[in-house]
C-alpha cells in the first residue's frame, strides 16, 4: 500500500521536472535566437560588402568577356587589361577633373547657404511659400532628430573609407579566383541539389550583370545630358551637380530626388523660371534615362515590383545606411531568384 501511494507524488514530481526542462529548453531557444540575431546584424554590414565586392568583381569578368569577344586574346590577357584599365581611365579622370571638380566643390559649398536664404526670401513673397516656411520653422525642435537619422543613415559599421578597401580588395580576390568561392558554395549544397545550386548561381550572375549594365550606363548618360543642359543654362557648377546626380543614380527613387535640389536651389538664385525649367531638365532626364534606357539594358534582370523596391531600400537604409540602400537593388533580385527557384517552382511542379 506504502508503495503504492508514493507513485502520485512521483509522478508530479516527474511532471513539475518535466515542466521545468520544457521551460529551460524554451528559454535556451530564445537565448539562442537572440544570438543569431545578434550577430547577424553585427555581420549583415560584412554581408554587403561581399555583395559590393562581388558586384565589383562582376564588371571586371564582364568588361573581359566584352575584350575577349572583340579581340580574341586569352583570359588571362583580357582580365589584366580589363582591372588595370579600369584602374588606369578612373585616374586619368581624375586627374584631369579632379582639379575643376575640387574649385566648383568649393564654390557649391561656399554659396550653398547664401542659395538656401536666398531661396527663403524668394518663397516668403507668395502665400504658399510662406506656408512652406511656417511648417518648417515649426518642426525646427526636430531638427536635432532628424541631423541625428541622416547621421546614422550615412554612417556605416568601419567608416567608409575603410569599407572601400575592405570592398576593392574582395573584388580582387574574387576576381582573380572565380571559381574558387563558387565550388566552395555549391560544395556546400546537398548531392541532389547540386545542378540547382549552380543553376541558382547561373541566374543570379545573370541578373548582377543585367542591373550593373544598366546602372553604369544610365550613371554615365545622367552625367553627360546633364552637364550640357546645365550648361547651356549656364548654373553655377554644372560639372559637380551633374556628377552628384550621376553618382546619386545608385539610389533608385530617392537619389534622384536628392541630387536635384542643389540643383533647382541655384537656378532659384538665377529665376524662379529658370529654376522651373532646370526642374524640369532633372525630371525628364531621369524619366527618358529610368523608363527607357535602363529597361531595354536589363532585359535579362528579374522584373522588380517598385512599391517592393522602396521598402527594400527604407529597410536596407534603415539595417545599413547608404551601402544598404544602394545595393537594395540587387540583393533584392537576389532575394527574389532565390523564392522563385527554391519555393515557386516547386509549388508550380507540384500543381
Not at 10 to 33: D, F, G, N, P, S
Not at 75 to 95: E, P
Not at 202 to 228: E, P, Y
Not at 233 to 238: G, H, L
Request: with cysteine; aromatic share 8%; net charge positive.
Amino acid at each position: 500500500m506504502a508503495q503504492n501511494s508514493k507513485h502520485p507524488a512521483e509522478r508530479e514530481i516527474q511532471k513539475e521536472l518535466t515542466y521545468i526542462q520544457k521551460v529551460w529548453h524554451t528559454v535556451a531557444i530564445v537565448a539562442l535566437l537572440v544570438v543569431v540575431i545578434l550577430i547577424a546584424r553585427v555581420a549583415f554590414n560584412v554581408l554587403l560588402m561581399v555583395l559590393a565586392g562581388t558586384l565589383i568583381s562582376v564588371y571586371f569578368h564582364g568588361l573581359g568577356d566584352m575584350i575577349e569577344r572583340k579581340t580574341r586574346w586569352s583570359r588571362r590577357i583580357c582580365m589584366m587589361i580589363s582591372v588595370g584599365g579600369s584602374f588606369i581611365i578612373l585616374g586619368v579622370l581624375f586627374w584631369f577633373m579632379g582639379t575643376k571638380i575640387s574649385n566648383q566643390i568649393a564654390v557649391l559649398s561656399d554659396t550653398l547657404p547664401n542659395t538656401v536664404h536666398s531661396a527663403k526670401l524668394k518663397l516668403s513673397e507668395t502665400t504658399l511659400g510662406n506656408k512652406v516656411l511656417t511648417y518648417f520653422s515649426d518642426s525646427g525642435d526636430d531638427s536635432d532628430k532628424v541631423f541625428t537619422t541622416a547621421k546614422q543613415f550615412f554612417n556605416t559599421s568601419f567608416g567608409v573609407l575603410g569599407d572601400l578597401y575592405i570592398i576593392l580588395f574582395l573584388a580582387i580576390f574574387f576576381t582573380t579566383s572565380p571559381n574558387l568561392y563558387k565550388d566552395g558554395i555549391i560544395k556546400l549544397v546537398p548531392q541532389d541539389r547540386k545542378e540547382l545550386g549552380k543553376c541558382v548561381i547561373d541566374r543570379i550572375s545573370l541578373a548582377l550583370k543585367g542591373w550593373l549594365k544598366g546602372m553604369m550606363l544610365s550613371m554615365v548618360l545622367v552625367f553627360i545630358l546633364l552637364t550640357v543642359g546645365l550648361g547651356i543654362m549656364s548654373i553655377p557648377v554644372a560639372l559637380v551637380l551633374a556628377l552628384l546626380t550621376g553618382l546619386l543614380k545608385l539610389i533608385p527613387n530617392f537619389g534622384s530626388l536628392a541630387a536635384m535640389i542643389p540643383g533647382v536651389l541655384l537656378a532659384l538664385t538665377i529665376s524662379t523660371n529658370t529654376a522651373i525649367i532646370v526642374a524640369l531638365m532633372y525630371i525628364v532626364t531621369q524619366t527618358i534615362v529610368s523608363y527607357i534606357v535602363t529597361p531595354l539594358i536589363q532585359k535579362k534582370m528579374i522584373d522588380l515590383p517598385p512599391a517592393l523596391t522602396i521598402l527594400a531600400q527604407v529597410l536596407m537604409g534603415t539595417l545599413s545606411g547608404v551601402l544598404g540602400v544602394i545595393l537594395a537593388v540587387p540583393l533584392l533580385a537576389i532575394v527574389m531568384i532565390l523564392v522563385d527557384e527554391l519555393y515557386v517552382k516547386k509549388i508550380n511542379d507540384v500543381a
